[in-house]
């Protein structure tokens, strides 16, 4: 026979749903909060690295652009460019006089001035206490002149790129007659050619852009 007295009968729970039943104890919660804070710190540097990348990306891309542009424009300048060329008293200038810092040559009138004509172009390394940036000034030509002496008046001025660290401008091919092309940084106007090439290196902030050589349409001056 079954007792019948109370409390003669043991609990048939499981002991885990008893140990439940009595809530989570202080260990179980620790690990819960070392999961957790695992969890945030995680999404946080996950977070914190995309957002880097996205600044990067978008750091890159701005330099890209301005990369492209800027050597969109140097290719068009030199692209127009015209060998013009002065004699006086049987002694031949050339319309380009270029160093490291400076080149100076004549091309057809800025598209957006609407103008006709013959301009004066001068692609500046500008440096300063602000540093160093490239410029291009530009105006018409006066055609009174007889050599390529250079005029600063009512030059109107671009600015191409700042921020820069370093620039330098060289030049590609023989100004004394058949001697053997090579590179020169410096080529004056009482040259006997043009040159065939002008180099311009840049070195932005973020580190050197791609070489740009641009050929010059032109032969060598007779």
């Known amino acids: 026979m079954i007792s019948g007295r109370p409390g003669s ?5 499981p002991r885990a749903c008893r140990r439940g039943a009595a809530g989570f104890t202080l260990l179980e919660i620790m690990v819960a909060m070392v999961v957790l804070s695992l969890i945030v710190t995680t999404a946080f540097g996950a977070l914190r690295l995309g957002e880097r990348s996205w600044e990067a990306g978008l750091a890159r891309s701005t330099e890209n ?10 290719q ?7 060998p013009q060329v002065w004699t006086v008293d049987k002694e031949k200038t050339l ?34 206490n602000d540093g160093t940036r490239l ?26 790129v700042d921020d820069l660290n370093d620039a330098d401008f060289s030049y590609f091919g023989s100004p004394v007659k058949d001697d053997p092309p090579q590179w020169y940084v410096q080529w004056a106007g009482d040259a006997e050619a043009f040159p065939q090439l002008v180099r311009v290196r ?21």
């Not at 009968?9 to 729970?13: E, K």
């Not at 652009?65 to 140097?74: I, P, Y």
């Not at 800025?110 to 001068?122: D, K, N």
């Open 9 to 13: 009968q043991r609990s048939t729970l």
């Open 65 to 74: 652009e301005t990369m492209r542009a800027v050597s969109g424009v140097l």
């Open 76 to 82: 068009r300048q030199f692209e127009q460019f015209l």
């Open 95 to 128: 319309a380009f006089i270029g160093d490291s810092d400076q080149v100076r040559f004549i091309g057809p009138a800025p598209l957006h001035r609407g103008a006709t004509g013959l301009f004066e172009y001068t692609l500046e390394i500008e440096t300063d």
């Open 135 to 160: 410029v291009l000034y530009y105006q018409l030509h006066d055609p009174d002149i007889d050599d390529f002496r250079p005029q600063l008046d009512d030059r109107q001025r671009v600015l191409l």
């Open 202 to 222: 840049i070195e932005a902030n973020n580190g050197p852009w791609p070489e740009l050589v641009m050929p010059l349409p032109t032969e060598p001056a007779q």
